[in-house]
């Protein structure tokens, strides 16, 4: 049973515009959560994390918001940029844990 | 840059042949993953070890998979037989416990693209 679940299988945006990527949990346990971003051909990389004890977490162009009570994080992209075309992995944790439970991706698609 | 390495990069074999995969773990973490990529699960683990022991292999099909640490530089994926269904992603990972580096996740390799058929 998937404890990390992305809906949206694919995103198209306009370059500059805004990009918001979703991601929903059920394990109230998790504490900590992160973005990978992956190319084709290659290992998903380390985008931006957040922990439960804050509900936003800034680094340039992309913001993570968690909302605990809803079991909801997204990911937002300003201004989208063609670069950014990648699948992206949202993952979580709980403290205890050993291992982060990762999403099925959103593949996302800036038009220049 | 410190990197994961896989080897090979992809592989083809006929249903029923035996598969290995390889990985060198980033030098100094202590704790290295294997997950599969699939379209419907996404990435999916499959076994993780901490200090070469195996902690978790509850997501590999036993009676075909298995997985190895023969020493702290080299993680190995096997499957035997291999069957059309396997065919996907592979990725290997690594990290250390302390939370300050598990905080920023895996560090992942690029992957063995396996395709038996």
């Known amino acids: 049973d998937q404890q990390v679940k992305q809906n949206s299988p694919s995103l198209s945006v306009q370059e500059g515009r805004i990009s918001i990527l979703n991601c929903d949990y059920t394990?109230?346990?998790?504490?900590?959560f992160l973005w990978y971003k992956k190319y084709p051909a290659e290992g998903p990389t380390f985008l931006i994390s957040i922990s439960s004890i804050k509900d936003k977490n800034e680094d340039g162009r992309f913001t993570v918001f968690l909302n605990k009570s809803a079991k909801h994080l997204s990911l937002h992209i300003v201004p989208s940029q063609p670069g950014d075309s990648a699948v992206y992995f949202c993952a979580a944790s709980a403290k205890t844990g050993n291992q982060f439970y990762f999403g099925t991706g959103t593949s996302l698609t800036v038009i220049p | 840059d410190a990197r994961v390495t896989q080897t090979p990069r992809d592989k083809v074999t006929e249903m029923g042949q035996e598969v290995t995969m390889r990985c060198q773990p980033i030098l100094g973490h202590n704790t290295v993953f294997w997950y599969r990529q699939t379209m419907m699960q996404g990435l999916e683990l499959l076994a993780y070890f901490r200090n070469r022991a195996p902690l978790d292999d509850s997501g590999m099909p036993k009676d075909r998979f298995s997985a190895e640490m023969p020493d702290a530089t080299l993680a190995t994926l096997k499957i035997q037989p291999s069957e059309p269904r396997d065919s996907a992603v592979y990725f290997c990972?690594?990290?250390?416990?302390?939370?300050?580096?598990?905080?920023?996740?895996?560090?992942f390799g690029s992957g063995t693209r396996l395709t038996v058929v």
């Open positions: 990972a690594s990290g250390s416990r302390d939370r300050g580096v598990l905080g920023y996740g895996y560090t």
């Open positions: 394990n109230s346990m998790f504490d900590y």
